[in-house]
């Protein structure tokens, strides 16, 4: 069974920095995607960013293209999103993900609890 526990959330103004992370155990992610979401108070939770364990190959939705950088970490088994340049409206829940590549394509079935960040204008 795959375990997943985001921490890194936080208060930041907008204009600085936050990197979140999320341990992952469980199993062997080698044939995984991991990805991050967000979800805003009355909103629906949406994509962020995605990874592709093996490859590291990267997605990104284009709200925070150039500002995010997602990666992953082999030996500690954590999933990294750096945040830069943060505005408000990035406010919410972030909640990582993780499910194999052979599942339905921008599905997944494994969830972390979340954690909140906050952008202050």
């Known amino acids: 069974q795959v375990q997943l526990v985001e921490s890194g959330g936080g208060l930041v103004q907008a204009g600085g920095s936050l990197t979140l992370s999320c341990a992952v155990s469980g199993r062997t992610f080698s044939n995984y995607h991991m990805g991050w979401f967000r979800q805003a108070p009355g909103k629906e939770r949406e994509f962020v960013a995605r990874i592709t364990w093996s490859s590291g190959l990267t997605y990104y939705a284009d709200s925070v293209k150039g500002r995010f950088t997602i990666s992953r970490d082999n030996v500690k088994n954590t999933v990294y999103l750096q945040m830069n340049s943060l505005k408000p409206e990035d406010t919410a829940v972030y909640y990582c993900?993780?499910?194999?590549?052979?599942?339905?394509?921008?599905?997944?079935?494994?969830w972390g609890q979340g954690t909140q960040v906050t952008v202050s204008s």
């Open positions: 993900a993780a499910d194999l590549i052979t599942y339905r394509p921008g599905e997944f079935r494994s």
